[in-house]
């Protein structure tokens, strides 16, 4: 019902920098929060950042000062400018997004949706 699609993972040096994208796409009517989680080998999923719809974000600790997320509403897209990386941040990247879509059917209700990106691999060497 709606897709996600992530771009911009790859290998860089620690203390390099990268930039991820995640573009919504399909039967939007809004979306209120979008978010990165990030997954090392071996390690829990967790929660990088996230950002609402009114502008308010949040960091897990560890990229706090290195890390920014924001987002364009028009184009339904997030980012993740990542800075200062270490090798610690190596892990795949899915970008997640909550909202509300159309029904499929024309005048039928709006229904919520949660929808997970298939993630990008980041790799930081040090």
């Known amino acids: 019902q709606v897709q996600l699609v992530e771009s911009g993972g790859g290998l860089v040096l620690a203390g390099g920098s990268l930039r991820l994208s995640c573009t919504a796409s399909g039967r939007i009517f809004n979306i209120n929060a979008m978010g990165w989680y990030r997954q090392a080998p071996g390690k829990q999923r967790e929660l990088v950042a996230d950002?609402?719809?009114?502008?308010?974000?949040n960091y897990v600790d560890s990229v706090k000062g290195r890390f920014t997320i924001s987002r364009d509403n028009a184009k339904n897209t997030v980012y993740l400018q990542m800075n200062s990386l270490k090798p610690e941040d190596t892990a795949v990247y899915s970008c997640t997004a909550e909202g509300r879509a159309y029904g499929r059917a024309s005048g039928s209700p709006l229904s919520p949706f949660t929808s997970w990106g298939r993630g990008t691999q980041v790799t930081v060497s040090s």
């Open positions: 950002i609402r719809s009114g502008g308010s974000t």
